[in-house]
């Protein structure tokens, strides 16, 4: 089992999520919202591929379709595989993502850095999909974030470790619509250019892992991101940004921000 | 105001947009007095460069009278005279600290872009595609200026727009690209392309000690201004069999100790491998034409330098990296770190060891601009180098607008 104060994959190699955290437990009494989608996706699907199969009317062709589609209605249903649990957890432990691991070295001191971030309030000007961050005092925080789809999701938070400086950990309380945990390092650069910055997060897996992709916005290249401008804000003052600045007139396309 | 946007390949027109605003604290607005078209510009124009959306604002040659400051601006004033760097540096990163300014860290949004092409993200540009930030250029009448307090030059009245315009790339350029040959003693130096930026390594080698400057280009004109501005010796590479051999001779069988590539990725050439380049780029399996890269490589004596001024921007194909190794080349190379070099070639443009607008042959309207770039890249009418003028600044002193046949304004 792996608590918040061990280190990060950087140093162990490990990617596992611990065992006390949610992982992908469908049988939890508050599923949350993304789960029921995804159960009653898999009745509906389940369902469907019998009902398709029907309509051209062969045995042989609903029998499969059944055969395919039985599992689904059942894990709908009831919430796991039909399988052993053995069987299952491996296979969820399989479709849990590894932990989204990023650094980024900034010329200013550890203390600075450290306060910055552990003042949570700072953190929607570094997160682009967090919108704002309330501090409800005694580690507790309330998010509010939204993904690039425009997906709304709020959550609480608590600070499960901290030492000042060096590390902050963080998990979403348990029962919130978006499950994330994650840990922030401030380690001195060994080549004297600055702070190594160096962030570790976790979703859940599976298909909670896939919901957090699409309606939270948290991938590796977001976290990069992250830290891009925490750097610059750190060490300029402010964050470089087109947003805002004239053009001529766009094609329909080039009214998206992204340019690729 | 007014502004050149890209819409396309070969398709440039100058639309009425927003003004800019100050969009971060260390941002100022630069009215624009005078503005030039970059021989880089022409690979946006001919569609080359990736990440390129229609509506962009061109131009990083640029230069004006500060309108408006950030909040955090301390070192400038409103009405300053300035010069504007074509790149945008931040000033307290690892790599502005080390005078690498065109490495900066945090002056480029988008460096997810450039990181996907390149490992890791140079600093932003103005008017140069979404890879570089997609910063609105200032082949206009106004730009925004970021990082205010680190980029912009102040300059002396007395010296008027087109003596020190190119203070903001390609003077500074020629002159790093000349620097990068690590010139010695008894040196000579081959410099390949005498469009301005070549132009400037000629003048720059010889104020960096060289004892022979020999140039390679096609266009009479060119080549004219290399022999006579220049005081180079010139090849005409549409007139000799072999340029490495040419090159050879003259250097009684070193070879130059050091090439300048002044040409970059539109190389053109006679030889097959510069003809199966155009046809690659022209089915887009390739993005750079390396023509000039190989030759500078095989050309180079050995434990020679190869100097690159000219822009990359992707991907190139059998490049002599064998003949590199085993002659034992260096290779210096990079978009120019502006900062460390404009005040100090102010300075021998304040002296009078240099004119820098000896490389203008047309001067021009904002409006021109379409026709301008299809001249310039056409090499049409003599042309060298454009600079253009909004046209409200024609009007403040009293003269008609360009007429696109040069000399379209008078002092």
Same mark, same amino acid.
């Given at each position: 089992?792996?608590?918040?104060?061990?280190?990060?994959?950087?140093?162990?190699?490990?990617?596992?999520?611990? *065992?006390?955290?949610?992982?992908?437990?469908?049988?939890?009494?508050?599923?949350?919202?993304?789960?029921?989608?995804?159960?009653?996706?898999?009745?509906?699907?389940? #369902?469907?591929?019998? #009902?398709?199969?029907?309509?051209?009317?062969?045995?042989?062709?609903?029998?499969?379709?059944?055969?395919?589609?039985?599992?689904?209605?059942?894990?709908?249903?009831?919430?796991?595989?039909?399988?052993?649990?053995?069987?299952?957890?491996?296979?969820?432990?399989?479709?849990?993502?590894?932990?989204?691991?990023? #650094?980024?070295?900034?010329?200013?001191?550890?203390?600075?850095?450290? #306060?910055?971030?552990? /003042?949570?309030?700072?953190?929607?000007?570094?997160?682009? *999909?967090?919108?704002?961050?309330?501090?409800?005092?005694?580690?507790?925080?309330?998010?509010?974030?939204?993904?690039?789809?425009?997906?709304?999701?709020?959550?609480?938070?608590?600070?499960?470790?901290?030492?000042?400086? /060096?590390?902050?950990?963080? /998990?979403?309380?348990?029962?919130?619509?978006?499950?994330?945990?994650?840990?922030?390092?401030?380690?001195?650069?060994?080549?004297? /250019?600055?702070?190594?910055?160096?962030?570790?997060?976790?979703?859940?897996?599976?298909?909670?892992?896939?919901?957090?992709?699409?309606?939270?916005?948290?991938?590796?290249?977001?976290?990069?991101?992250?830290?891009?401008?925490?750097?610059?804000?750190?060490?300029?003052?402010?964050?470089?940004?087109?947003?805002?600045?004239?053009?001529?007139?766009?094609?329909?396309?080039?009214?998206?921000? *992204?340019?690729? | 105001?007014?502004?050149?946007?890209?819409?396309?390949? &070969?398709?440039?027109?100058?639309?009425?947009?927003?003004?800019?605003?100050?969009? @971060?604290?260390?941002?100022?607005?630069?009215?624009?007095?005078?503005?030039?078209?970059?021989?880089?510009?022409?690979?946006?124009?001919?569609?080359?460069?990736?990440?390129?959306?229609?509506?962009?604002?061109?131009?990083?040659?640029?230069?004006?009278?500060?309108?408006?400051?950030?909040?955090?601006?301390?070192?400038?004033?409103?009405?300053?005279?300035?010069?504007?760097?074509?790149?945008?540096?931040?000033?307290?990163?690892?790599?502005?600290?080390?005078?690498?300014?065109?490495?900066?860290?945090?002056?480029?949004? @988008?460096?997810?872009?450039?990181?996907?092409?390149?490992?890791?993200?140079?600093?932003?540009?103005?008017?140069?595609?979404?890879?570089?930030?997609?910063?609105?250029?200032?082949?206009?009448?106004?730009?925004?200026?970021?990082?205010?307090?680190?980029?912009?030059?102040?300059?002396?009245?007395?010296?008027?727009?087109?003596?020190?315009?190119?203070?903001?790339?390609?003077?500074?350029?020629?002159?790093?690209?000349?620097?990068?040959?690590?010139?010695?003693?008894?040196?000579?130096?081959?410099?390949?392309?005498?469009?301005?930026?070549?132009?400037?390594?000629?003048?720059?080698?010889?104020?960096?000690?060289?004892?022979?400057?020999?140039?390679?280009?096609?266009?009479?004109?060119?080549?004219?201004?290399?022999?006579?501005?220049?005081?180079?010796?010139?090849?005409?590479?549409?007139?000799?069999?072999?340029?490495?051999?040419?090159?050879?001779?003259?250097?009684?069988?070193?070879?130059?100790?050091?090439?300048?590539?002044?040409?970059?990725?539109?190389?053109?050439?006679?030889?097959?491998?510069?003809?199966?380049?155009?046809?690659?780029?022209?089915?887009?399996?390739?993005?750079?034409?390396?023509?000039?890269?190989?030759?500078?490589?095989?050309?180079?004596?050995?434990?020679? &330098?190869?100097?690159?001024?000219?822009?990359?921007?992707?991907?190139?194909?059998?490049?002599?990296?064998?003949?590199?190794?085993?002659?034992?080349?260096?290779?210096?190379?990079?978009?120019?770190?502006?900062?460390?070099?404009?005040?100090?070639?102010?300075?021998?443009?304040?002296?009078?060891?240099?004119?820098?607008?000896?490389?203008?042959?047309?001067?021009?309207?904002?409006?021109?601009?379409?026709?301008?770039?299809?001249?310039?890249?056409?090499?049409?009418?003599?042309?060298?180098?454009?600079?253009?003028?909004?046209?409200?600044?024609?009007?403040?002193?009293?003269?008609?607008?360009?007429?696109? @046949?040069?000399?379209?304004?008078?002092?």
């Amino acid at each position: 089992m792996r608590d918040a104060v061990a280190s990060s994959s950087f140093q162990q190699g490990t990617g596992s999520l611990p *065992n006390n955290t949610a992982g992908f437990d469908a049988e939890r009494e508050d599923t949350g919202m993304m789960y029921r989608v995804g159960q009653a996706a898999m009745v509906l699907s389940g #369902a469907a591929l019998v #009902a398709l199969a029907a309509r051209q009317g062969r045995w042989k062709t609903i029998g499969a379709a059944a055969l395919a589609g039985a599992p689904l209605v059942y894990r709908g249903a009831t919430g796991h595989w039909p399988v052993p649990q053995s069987v299952a957890q491996k296979a969820s432990d399989a479709m849990t993502s590894p932990p989204i691991e990023a #650094a980024i070295t900034i010329d200013k001191p550890a203390a600075e850095l450290y #306060a910055f971030w552990r /003042r949570l309030e700072n953190l929607p000007r570094i997160m682009k *999909n967090v919108e704002q961050v309330v501090d409800l005092g005694d580690g507790r925080s309330h998010w509010t974030g939204k993904s690039a789809l425009g997906f709304k999701a709020e959550w609480d938070a608590e600070i499960v470790d901290e030492q000042e400086g /060096r590390r902050l950990s963080w /998990r979403s309380l348990p029962g919130s619509q978006v499950y994330n945990a994650g840990t922030v390092w401030f380690d001195e650069a060994p080549n004297g /250019r600055g702070v190594v910055v160096r962030v570790s997060m976790e979703l859940a897996g599976g298909l909670g892992h896939l919901a957090g992709k699409t309606f939270h916005g948290t991938t590796l290249q977001q976290v990069k991101e992250d830290l891009k401008r925490f750097k610059a804000l750190m060490e300029t003052g402010e964050i470089a940004t087109t947003d805002g600045q004239p053009h001529g007139n766009r094609s329909l396309l080039g009214h998206i921000h *992204n340019p690729i | 105001m007014r502004a050149v946007c890209w819409n396309g390949k &070969t398709d440039m027109r100058v639309e009425t947009v927003p003004d800019p605003e100050i969009l @971060n604290p260390r941002d100022a607005i630069v009215k624009i007095t005078s503005t030039a078209i970059c021989g880089s510009d022409l690979h946006l124009y001919d569609g080359y460069v990736p990440t390129m959306k229609k509506g962009d604002i061109l131009g990083h040659e640029f230069m004006g009278e500060v309108v408006e400051l950030g909040r955090e601006v301390k070192n400038l004033k409103i009405g300053d005279r300035v010069v504007v760097p074509f790149t945008i540096s931040c000033g307290s990163c690892f790599f502005c600290k080390k005078e690498l300014y065109s490495l900066c860290d945090n002056s480029n949004p @988008n460096s997810w872009i450039a990181e996907k092409i390149m490992g890791h993200s140079p600093c932003g540009i103005y008017g140069y595609s979404h890879m570089t930030g997609g910063y609105a250029g200032g082949q206009a009448e106004y730009a925004r200026v970021p990082f205010a307090d680190v980029g912009p030059l102040k300059v002396p009245d007395g010296l008027e727009d087109e003596k020190v315009l190119f203070l903001s790339d390609i003077f500074p350029t020629g002159y790093m690209a000349a620097e990068n040959c690590q010139i010695q003693p008894g040196d000579t130096v081959a410099i390949w392309g005498c469009g301005p930026v070549g132009q400037f390594a000629i003048q720059s080698a010889w104020m960096l000690g060289a004892q022979r400057v020999i140039a390679i280009d096609r266009f009479p004109e060119r080549l004219l201004l290399a022999q006579t501005w220049g005081r180079a010796e010139t090849i005409d590479y549409e007139q000799v069999d072999s340029v490495l051999d040419v090159l050879n001779d003259m250097t009684g069988g070193f070879g130059p100790d050091s090439c300048l590539d002044a040409v970059g990725m539109e190389a053109h050439g006679t030889t097959i491998d510069a003809k199966i380049d155009k046809t690659k780029q022209n089915l887009k399996l390739t993005f750079d034409r390396a023509h000039v890269l190989r030759e500078a490589i095989m050309a180079c004596r050995k434990g020679g &330098t190869v100097s690159l001024a000219g822009v990359y921007g992707g991907f190139v194909d059998k490049v002599p990296m064998g003949a590199a190794m085993n002659k034992g080349l260096t290779f210096k190379m990079g978009q120019t770190h502006m900062q460390k070099y404009m005040r100090p070639l102010l300075e021998r443009v304040e002296k009078g060891e240099i004119d820098l607008s000896r490389v203008i042959t047309h001067r021009l309207s904002l409006e021109d601009a379409p026709g301008a770039y299809r001249t310039f890249r056409d090499k049409q009418d003599e042309c060298i180098k454009v600079v253009m003028k909004p046209d409200g600044h024609f009007h403040a002193h009293g003269h008609s607008h360009g007429n696109g @046949n040069g000399n379209g304004w008078e002092h």
